[in-house]
């Protein structure tokens, strides 16, 4: 073994070790975590980073929205290029999910230092290793809040007083866990995003590196069914305005709008639902959820959405009740740069990298950073696609491949490969 | 005005005043109430009725499962002739549900002691007061759990160890309020129950008292339907395995047996659904839920039982989820003695009060007594049938007919007129 290889051995192990480190905080008894945003094992995944991130000298700094940056300078005043992902999580969800994504961030911004020390001039950009706050969105909607006020989609006030579901604020609950900071976010030239796939698309081709080339759309809608309080026993069947029988028929229709779609070109979704005042012997008042539709084709999207309207009137009558949409959440599908795709399909190609150019069906922080500035976006395979689940899985082998991969994008970024 | 017609407008006047003082406890803004079972303003109930029944001399006990009884003992040893309801409540519910025949209970006793006083011989029975633990179930199930445990159909420990949604058992809840009571249950020969109709039988007939003759049937099933959690974007759909759309097609099901079954002569319902882990992105992997059917025909209800389990089976393999009854709880259609509607019926005409014969389609209290002894449940009118609702309502003039005819019942009932 070279001297090179020797410290790439060295490099990889002291990976897998730091994301045992990591997934041991919020860890629950199947091998996922649990670190909904700003709570204590969210709190606790914030010092270890900032820890780990102090000890390798990067400058740590918190901004107001929780968003926790690490920044290595070696070019005085010159932008960065950012890399990174998330470390809060979903309930009951899995360890890889974002916390990838951060750490692999981490480890290339130190190889990269590392790298730069040996050569004669430093490169152009600066590098920084982000951890977006509240990226998962199941405490504080909407999600990507940190990436959202980052790149000035969404309203550091308005995201700030978003309450959870027990009447507590973003503000309050970053400041009880000590990070509602001050600090300045960076100036930046770049953004660079791994994470585990979420889906089975590279898995079933046997492929390492995913290129993502663009988002889904999707339409998030708050959706409010209101009906009457009404006795389950006593009140006459047709004298019922039942909230929550509305909001089982428009789970229902939300499903079947996939009938009307081509083949996996829609997904549809109902995730969360609250019953209002859900007793047993109460005909429910309130019904409060959240609906998805997701298309990689705008008309798909569009016409779905028409559809889900109709059924909403349709609803309303049959069931006697009222359908508001509170508040809707539109994505539509931009590409990432294609100088980027093109030219992370170079460097996989160098490093003899199995990849494919594909779609991102989730939402990711690099959805919002695409917007502002050149963003590469990377995938490595989830078993089975499982995700949002404890079971989630990447193997080491794709984990480590990932970081060498997010190394060289980094690197190249860093020299001023991607400008705009 | 005579001294009769004086006295009985003083004992109504006292009634009102009574009924206003005990629906400002646990009182809501829209003049409904919020007094679940063993919460602080079900205590604070307790706490006042415990008073009021001292006060006038009654000896109160509380027994093991925090039913309080408030005796009046004129023939020494003799068993009692209980009245009563409950004071606990649905979240966000009326005033008049329960509270209001606790309190003509507690009239009724005291102005049948000032008649027997000025009697040559006191009757063969005592008469009694109670105000039955946890009626509506909304906290802890099953409902009607104070009684069931009377009457020897629900087993004291398990009861006791029933938990509530936060895992907080009722030993403990009735502990933490101080009413986990030592008290023996009174030996009793009779039952009495007024209540407010919760439907619009009487309010649409212009009748003032109903004589309830039998109960509806009723299933009630606890059901868990399971899945698989994942990431509501990312997931094929054919891959998910959806607790929250099988539960959405079951509530639509349900509803939608009554098509199969005779013009109201089923209800069915599911007013409460809590959804695991219930986070926007997240497929939900499991719901649980209640789901109830009613009927007056047993035929009827065995029909909407055999297409509910079909129903079952049919959700199982299309949403790809598993559906488990965990809990079944099932009541018959039994009659209460006839003698005792016969009796109530004969006491209104003198009292020249109009009346009809009608079925209970709720639950009550007196449904587990009428199995023990013999049991006459009443009904007053209920505004537009609202029930379950903070604008329940029942007139000042209906609730004082029913506290004058339940005076009368309880009479008749002590002088022994309704033996077993």
């Known amino acids: ?19 045992a480190a990591l997934s041991a905080i919020g860890a629950t008894e199947s091998g996922g975590v649990e670190r909904q945003a700003a709570t204590d094992a969210d709190r606790a995944t914030k010092v270890w980073l900032g820890d780990w991130l102090r000890q390798r000298g990067f400058e740590v700094r918190v901004d107001a929205i929780g968003n926790l940056f690490g920044l290595l300078e070696w070019t005085p005043g010159a932008p960065y290029i950012l890399m990174g992902s998330h470390l809060d999580s979903q309930p009951c969800a899995g360890r890889f999910d974002g916390a990838y994504g951060v750490l692999a961030a981490a480890h290339a911004a130190v190889r990269l230092r590392d790298r730069i020390a040996g050569s004669p001039e430093p490169p152009p950009f600066n590098v920084a290793v982000v951890n977006w706050f509240n990226e998962e969105g199941s405490r504080f909607q909407p999600s990507m809040m940190g990436s959202g006020v980052f790149t000035g989609k969404l309203d550091l006030a308005e995201a700030l007083s978003t309450p959870d579901s027990d009447g507590v604020s973003v503000q309050q609950a970053l400041e009880e866990i000590g990070f509602a900071g ?54 006459a069947m047709e004298e019922r305005r039942d909230a929550l029988l509305g909001a089982a028929r428009l789970v229902v229709a939300a499903r079947e709008l996939i009938d009307h779609a081509p083949p996996r070109r829609l997904h549809t979704s109902v995730g969360q639902l609250t019953v209002t005042p859900n007793s047993p012997v109460v005909v429910a008042r309130e019904v409060k959820l959240h609906l998805d539709l997701r298309s990689p084709d705008q008309e798909v999207l569009e016409e779905a959405d028409r559809r889900l309207r109709a059924e909403f009137a349709r609803i309303e009558r049959e069931a006697q009740v009222e359908i508001e949409v509170a508040k809707a959440h539109f994505w539509e599908i931009e590409p990432y740069q294609p100088a980027g795709v093109s030219m992370a399909e170079a460097i996989a ?60 994008v980094a690197s190249r970024m860093c020299r001023g490969d991607l400008k705009n």
Chains 1, 2 share one sequence.
């Not at 070279?2 to 790439?8: F, L, Y």
């Open 349 to 408: 190609g160098e490093l003899g990298l199995s990849r494919r150019r594909m779609l991102t069906l989730a939402g990711h922080d690099s959805t919002n950073m695409k917007d502002i500035v050149p963003t590469v976006m990377l995938f490595v395979p989830s078993a089975q696609g499982i995700a949002h689940n404890e079971f989630e899985y990447t193997s080491d082998a794709d984990l480590l491949a990932g970081v060498t991969m997010l190394t060289e």
């Open 182 to 235: 001050t600090g300045q976010m960076p100036e930046i030239a770049g953004y660079a995003e791994i994470h585990v796939e979420q889906g089975r698309e590279l898995e079933a081709e046997g492929v390492t590196i995913g290129l993502v080339e663009s988002n889904w759309a999707a339409h998030k809608y708050r959706v409010v069914v209101r009906g009457e309080q009404a006795h389950t026993g006593s009140t």
């Open 1 to 19: 073994m070279g001297i090179d290889s020797e410290q790439a051995a060295v490099d990889d192990e002291a990976f897998l070790a730091d994301f």
